[in-house]
């Protein structure tokens, strides 16, 4: 093949670490982008934005894959929706996406934004693959980081996190966008699952900090189904990467 694969949030955390990837795999990477970039070893960058439905049509063009790692807080089901008719317009043979595990059982906009993105994909009539990964690493290290900030940190009762290696992720994904499409694949977690109070004291050891911690309660149905582990995935514990090892190797830390 050698129509270039179109990347959407190719500059984010996953982006970054899914380009090279592909370019060392032999393929030409479009990336679409809300900022454009000088092309360079094999990359193009073009302008658009999904939310508002700008520029996809021109970066679709000689694309046969898409591999779609836009996302953000909310909203990721009417970009994701853009995403597909574009695509279903121009003939594509490939859609990939990553989404979260639990996102069709916690009760939060998030995740239920990512599940409406999931059916939007499903339901495109294109071959399609859909990836649910845990948090990233680099998440948890930022809900932490503002976390600390704080006199006492409050630790939620029975919130439990199994974050996943992001650089783990992008392999598994890059996996798949030179695969066949395989529809819902099997989640990808790290290996342990942590309290958050294990994460809150492992990095507060690791930045040399003193914080008091508080513990408290989630309420209501979130609460109830984190209480309940939905946000894990046991026994699909495909992540190496540790937590413990993310910290060790993280500058600053």
């Known amino acids: 093949m050698t129509s270039p694969i179109l990347i959407t949030g190719g500059t984010g955390t996953l982006g970054r670490q899914v380009v090279p990837l592909l370019r060392a795999a032999g ?9 454009g970039r000088d092309p360079g070893d094999g990359v193009e960058y073009m302008v658009g934005d999904l939310f508002e439905g700008k520029g996809i049509e021109a ?3 000689g694309v046969e894959t898409v591999l779609h790692l836009a996302g953000g807080p909310k ?8 995403l597909v008719e574009a695509a279903s317009r121009a003939g594509v043979r490939h859609l990939v ?6 996102a ?3 009760p939060l906009g998030w995740f239920t934004s990512k599940l409406a993105a ?44 199994q974050p996943v290696d992001s650089g783990e992720v992008a392999a ?3 996996e798949l966008t030179l695969g066949a499409p395989a529809g819902l694949v099997p989640d990808l977690p790290g290996p342990t699952v942590y309290g958050m109070g294990d994460l809150a004291r492992s990095y507060l050891q690791a930045t040399g900090r003193h914080r008091l911690t508080m513990p408290v309660r989630m309420p209501g149905k ?19 990467r540790t937590w413990e090892d993310f910290l060790a190797a993280y500058p600053g830390i």
């Open 118 to 161: 999931e059916r939007a994909v499903a339901d495109s009539g294109l071959p399609w693959t859909t990836l649910r990964a845990a948090q990233f690493h680099e998440l948890v290290l930022s809900m932490l980081q503002k976390m600390a900030k704080l006199p006492v940190i409050p630790v939620p009762g029975g919130l439990r996190f």
């Open 104 to 106: 069709d059982r916690v």
């Open 97 to 102: 996406y990553i989404s979260v595990i639990g």
């Open 172 to 174: 598994r994904l890059v």
């Open 75 to 82: 909203g990721d089901e009417v970009a994701t929706r853009n």
């Open 59 to 61: 970066a679709l063009d």
């Open 222 to 240: 979130a609460g109830r189904a984190y209480r309940d582990g939905v946000n894990l995935s046991r026994e699909a514990a495909t992540g190496k």
């Open 27 to 35: 393929r030409d990477v479009r990336v679409l982008s809300r900022h």
